[in-house]
């Protein structure tokens, strides 16, 4: 059984290596299939408007750009498993200093975001379990079919308008600060809260009518005791799959917040980067992004794994 759970555990693995494989073949194409001449973008970005032919070619042997394709991509692929993203053709610094300069203030809406997500979601979902079919319910299933059509742009331009420049509360120039965070991270909560209340509610009332509860209900156990100690941790696991496999959209889907709200991370670095065709810094995000939904969902299979014997083949 031990070999069993060693070679599941090393499939996926090999599973994980090869999607972050195929995700820097993705990101890579970005550059080479972008209009334009990269070694042109990067001379004009050093503020020579009409570089001499001399020049672009020079750069062109310097930045290896006149060597095949497939030899490119292993080079590039070289320098960013060492770190080296590039330069950025917009600011000439480097393209890994660039994004982790600005990644503590992402990570701090991010992480705060994900936070007040479980707490909101997971709260919201066991009244809603609990007051099943009467108007707690029926409020809570409204919100969540309000955040599924609404996008998250379109909450957070309500927000800024009404609470922020409205009510007077927040700040549109935050400095990336934890708490700065709280409004911006609010905003994607409610949003991001409401798929995953629908999802634990309805695991929820599936596992409340298990045999499980009715057992312990039947030898006495209070109704919130069998909620909390047979029913809840049954319906974790796709919970907590939609919350691992949710840090990739919610790093890709931070460049419009962080605009909306000014805040200093690296969504917004990357929407400046896209309106001044920055494709070194446009790399870098993507892959950075990629490779932490790839990370997550990893960590995601193998927390089921350990949790459920059935995905280790274990038998009882």
Same mark, same amino acid.
């Given at each position: 059984?031990? /070999?069993?759970?060693?070679?599941?555990?090393?499939?996926?693995?090999?599973?994980?290596?090869?999607?972050?494989f195929?995700?820097?073949?993705?990101?890579w194409l970005?550059?080479?299939?972008?209009?334009?001449?990269?070694?042109?973008?990067?001379?004009?970005?050093?503020?020579?408007d =009409?570089?001499?032919?001399?020049?672009?070619?020079?750069?062109?042997?310097?930045?290896?750009?006149?060597?095949?394709?497939?030899?490119?991509?292993?080079?590039?692929?070289?320098?960013?498993?060492?770190? =080296?993203?590039?330069?950025?053709?917009?600011?000439?610094?480097? $393209?890994?200093?660039?994004?982790?300069?600005?990644?503590?203030?992402?990570?701090?809406?991010?992480?705060?975001?994900?936070?007040?997500?479980?707490?909101?979601?997971?709260? #919201?979902?066991? !009244?809603?379990?609990?007051?099943? =079919?009467?108007?707690?319910?029926?409020?809570?299933?409204?919100?969540?079919?309000?955040?599924?059509?609404?996008?998250?742009?379109?909450?957070?331009?309500?927000?800024?308008?009404?609470? $922020?420049?409205?009510? *007077?509360?927040?700040?549109?120039? +935050?400095?990336?600060?934890?708490?700065?965070?709280?409004? +911006?991270?609010?905003?994607?909560?409610?949003?991001?809260? *409401?798929?995953?209340?629908? #999802?634990?509610?309805? /695991?929820?009332?599936?596992? $409340?009518?298990?045999?499980?509860? #009715?057992?312990?209900?039947?030898?006495?156990?209070s109704?919130?005791?069998?909620?909390?100690?047979?029913?809840?941790?049954?319906?974790?696991? +796709?919970? #907590?799959?939609?919350?691992?496999?949710?840090?990739?959209?919610?790093?890709?889907?931070?460049?419009?917040?962080?605009?909306?709200?000014?805040?200093?991370?690296?969504?917004?670095?990357? !929407?400046?980067?896209?309106?001044?065709? =920055?494709?070194? !810094?446009?790399?870098?995000?993507?892959?950075?992004?990629?490779l932490?939904?790839?990370?997550?969902?990893?960590?995601?299979?193998?927390?089921?794994?350990?949790?459920?014997?059935?995905?280790?083949?274990?038998?009882?």
């Amino acid at each position: 059984m031990v /070999n069993g759970v060693a070679a599941k555990v090393l499939s996926r693995l090999g599973q994980a290596v090869a999607s972050a494989f195929a995700a820097t073949i993705i990101v890579w194409l970005l550059l080479p299939l972008a209009p334009g001449d990269p070694a042109l973008r990067i001379l004009m970005s050093q503020g020579i408007d =009409d570089p001499h032919p001399a020049q672009i070619e020079a750069l062109r042997e310097e930045l290896a750009l006149d060597r095949p394709l497939p030899v490119q991509y292993v080079e590039w692929l070289g320098r960013v498993v060492q770190g =080296d993203f590039s330069v950025s053709y917009r600011t000439g610094a480097p $393209v890994a200093r660039e994004i982790f300069s600005r990644l503590p203030a992402t990570l701090a809406l991010l992480g705060t975001a994900l936070a007040m997500s479980i707490l909101i979601s997971f709260i #919201l979902a066991l !009244v809603a379990v609990w007051y099943r =079919d009467r108007w707690p319910d029926r409020v809570i299933r409204g919100y969540t079919q309000v955040m599924a059509s609404t996008p998250t742009f379109i909450l957070g331009l309500l927000v800024l308008q009404y609470v $922020v420049i409205g009510l *007077g509360i927040g700040t549109v120039l +935050p400095q990336g600060l934890w708490p700065a965070a709280f409004l +911006p991270a609010l905003t994607i909560a409610v949003d991001r809260a *409401g798929g995953w209340t629908q #999802l634990l509610r309805a /695991n929820l009332l599936e596992n $409340v009518n298990a045999s499980t509860v #009715l057992v312990a209900r039947s030898r006495g156990a209070s109704r919130f005791r069998a909620l909390m100690r047979y029913a809840v941790p049954n319906s974790l696991m +796709p919970y #907590l799959t939609a919350i691992g496999v949710s840090v990739g959209a919610l790093i890709g889907g931070t460049p419009i917040m962080e605009e909306i709200f000014t805040w200093p991370g690296i969504g917004r670095l990357l !929407v400046q980067s896209i309106q001044a065709r =920055d494709f070194p !810094v446009i790399q870098g995000f993507v892959l950075f992004a990629a490779l932490s939904y790839v990370l997550a969902a990893l960590l995601v299979d193998l927390i089921a794994m350990w949790r459920d014997p059935r995905l280790r083949g274990a038998h009882s």
